[in-house]
């Protein structure tokens, strides 16, 4: 499935996810648009999809509570190519976006990507030298609903800064703590040394 035959998009509300994985027995989260809204506690504008984080250790644990979805892998990332995911089939690197919908006639709803881990480390599919405690990337909506930690989630969005990505950055800001502003400036200085978030971090 290439180009226009990939189809239509209708984002899954949190809550369908939060129904879906709640006895699944592993960590996942809210990421994208939707979690930069969970830690201001706003909406700032609409979603073309619902992205879900899972460790790439859970894939298999994942896929049982999707079972009886269609999904499909990009393959190669960011290619839009598409191939369905077999049942029991363990992606590798650098295969880490994973396009869920209930029916393969329905439009596709959740749109879920694996990151790795060490340990109880996270660490960053775009450069290994960029962690964090399991622990401290985690956050909780007041309905309980898990989503990745704000500066982790800006880290995301500075590779390729879209206007989006600049109101989700102004929404967020003023509402880090020091620790996280240090650790978004730290990270950016691994891989971005010279964005200019930077500036506005220090």
């Known amino acids: 499935m290439t180009g226009n035959d990939l189809g239509e998009w209708s984002p899954a509300p949190s809550s369908e996810m939060s129904e879906v994985f709640k006895r699944a027995g592993f960590q996942w989260w809210i990421a994208g648009g939707r979690a930069i809204e969970l830690f201001v506690g706003h909406e700032l504008r609409t979603h ?4 879900v984080l899972v460790l790439r250790r859970d894939q298999t644990r994942v896929q049982a509570c999707l079972s009886d979805w269609d999904l499909h892998v990009a393959d190669p990332p960011g290619t ?3 191939r369905r995911w077999g049942f029991g089939e363990i992606l590798e690197e650098p295969l880490h976006d994973i396009w869920c919908r209930r029916t ?14 060490v340990g109880e480390e996270w660490v960053s599919r775009r450069d290994r030298r960029v962690r964090m405690p399991i622990a401290r990337l985690s956050r909780f909506a007041a309905d309980g609903t898990p989503y990745i930690a704000p500066e982790v989630q800006l880290f995301y969005k500075a590779k390729h800064t879209r206007e989006k990505d600049e109101v989700d950055f102004d929404a967020v800001v003023p509402l880090l703590d020091r620790d996280q502003r240090a650790w978004l400036l730290a990270a950016l200085g691994v891989t971005q040394l ?9």
Do not use: C, E, K
């Open 104 to 117: 393969s006639d329905a439009p596709w709803s959740v749109q879920l990507m694996l990151d790795d881990a």
């Open 194 to 202: 010279g964005h200019p978030w930077r500036q506005r971090l220090q």
């Open 80 to 82: 839009r190519r598409l």
């Open 48 to 51: 073309g999809d619902l992205d």
